[in-house]
């Protein structure tokens, strides 16, 4: 059993930048692909940033490239996500996720730990 807790979110002007932390506790966090993902109200959750348990690889989405950064840091047991560049329309809650030496970064039902999600809001 993995827990997952988000920090880091708040409310920014456009153009600033924000950097998200998801501490995990309780499994082998090495062991997991990490992922963030972000849900604007009404609209699906979609994934933002992943990074391989194992090469430390990285995916981003393509509204994402060049902006934002995941990072992860096993001895602390933390993925992180960067954001710059920082859009009204990344506005969400974003969420981040664990998936057992996973590679199906996309799919949100490929991740078996969820973290409950900080509120990002930018202010245009």
């Known amino acids: 059993q993995v827990q997952l807790v988000e920090s880091g979110g708040g409310l920014v002007q456009a153009g600033g930048s924000l950097r998200l932390s998801c501490a995990a506790s309780?499994?082998?966090?090495?062991?997991?692909?990490m992922g963030w993902f972000r849900q604007a109200p009404g609209k699906e959750r979609k994934v933002v940033a992943a990074?391989?348990?194992?090469?430390?690889?990285?995916y981003y989405a393509d509204s994402e490239k060049g902006r934002f950064i995941i990072s992860r840091d096993n001895a602390k047991k933390t993925v992180y996500l960067q954001m710059n560049s920082l859009k009204p329309e990344d506005t969400a809650v974003y969420y981040c996720?664990?998936?057992?030496?996973?590679?199906?970064?996309?799919?949100?039902?490929?991740?078996?730990?969820w973290g409950q999600g900080t509120q990002v809001t930018v202010s245009s």
């Open positions: 309780g499994g082998a966090f090495s062991m997991y692909s």
């Open positions: 990074i391989n348990w194992s090469s430390g690889s990285t």
């Open positions: 996720a664990a998936q057992w030496r996973g590679t199906r970064y996309v799919n949100p039902l490929a991740y078996e730990y």
